[in-house]
């Protein structure tokens, strides 16, 4: 563990580095002893400061759904961060791509909460009936830290959450399995990366089960009018200035956006 000033200087670091658009020394290895816990806190220090110079949060985001990516990571279950209002995009916006360090592109789908979820014990069904509208979503991660990064540095680095893009049908949660939402990611015009939405723990609403007992744990849940962003199903796709990008997810419509 690391002491509280520590944690407040390392939230500082990471400000000043969204600021700056410099990636700063990885956390984990200015604090050898950080831990999880202090990599959480970090993050919700972070997120109050911003707060504090206006952005208001929206949402969360949840992180490391795939095996793939917790074996990378050496964890045995997702991670989560906070989606701030002044990161939010709309189907065919023109991003500034200096707004980032090293951008890139995942694909997702966002639940939208129709009323208060608070566990322990959330199910996927619990999920299901608390969500108004699921929508395509396509999410930038951005790292502020140096790499390699340990869980860690991505924890304390807001899940490594850059913007949240929505567009394509506003669907309600029983009107199609959505299990089986396919989508293909393409940048200037050629197919890079593909996935369906069973790749998300087996369903999209588990991560979101999980959630809401992981923030039960420190007295939180979601709230009516959130939005939660369910974990990535395709690989992540560098962007650059310049760069037009398509998600199509058949028949529940498409995201177009371009990086100016």
């Known amino acids: 563990m690391i ?16 600021i700056e658009r410099k990636p700063i020394t990885q956390p984990s290895e200015t604090y050898p002893n950080l831990e999880l816990e202090d990599a959480y ?7 109050e400061a911003r707060v504090a110079k206006g952005a208001r949060i929206v949402g969360h985001k949840i992180g490391l759904t795939s095996r793939a990516m917790q074996m990378a990571s050496k964890m045995t279950e997702p991670d989560y961060g906070c989606i701030l209002d002044d990161a939010l995009y709309n189907d065919g916006a023109q991003i500034r791509a200096n707004l980032f360090i090293k951008p890139r592109l995942e694909v997702e789908l966002a639940f939208v909460m129709g009323e ?16 108004e509208f699921v929508v395509p979503a396509l999410e930038i991660i951005d790292y502020r830290t140096e790499v390699p990064r340990a869980i860690t540095d991505t924890i304390a680095d807001n899940a490594a ?23 293909t990611l393409s940048k200037n015009g050629i197919i890079e990366e ?16 999980w959630l809401v007992n992981k923030l039960h744990a420190v ?10 962003l369910a974990g990535s199903f395709t690989r992540p796709v560098d962007i650059a ?20």
Not at 4 to 15: G, M, P, Q, S
Not at 41 to 47: D, G, S, V
Not at 194 to 209: N, R, T
């Open 3 to 18: 002491t509280e000033e520590e944690r407040r200087a390392a939230a500082d670091a990471l400000l000043k580095a969204e």
């Open 41 to 47: 806190r970090i993050q919700a220090l972070w997120a």
């Open 116 to 131: 208060d979820l608070v566990g322990p014990g959330t199910r996927i069904y619990d999920v299901m009936r608390a969500t």
């Open 161 to 183: 959450f850059g913007a949240l893009i929505v567009g394509g049908r506003i669907i309600r949660p029983m009107d199609i399995d959505i299990r089986w939402v396919g989508a």
């Open 194 to 209: 593909s996935g369906v939405s069973a790749a998300i723990m087996g369903h999209p609403a588990a991560g979101i089960a």
């Open 219 to 228: 007295g939180g849940g979601l709230k009516k009018g959130q939005i939660v």
């Open 241 to 260: 200035k310049g760069d037009v990008i398509q998600a199509d997810y058949g028949p529940v419509g498409s995201i177009g956006v371009s990086f100016v």
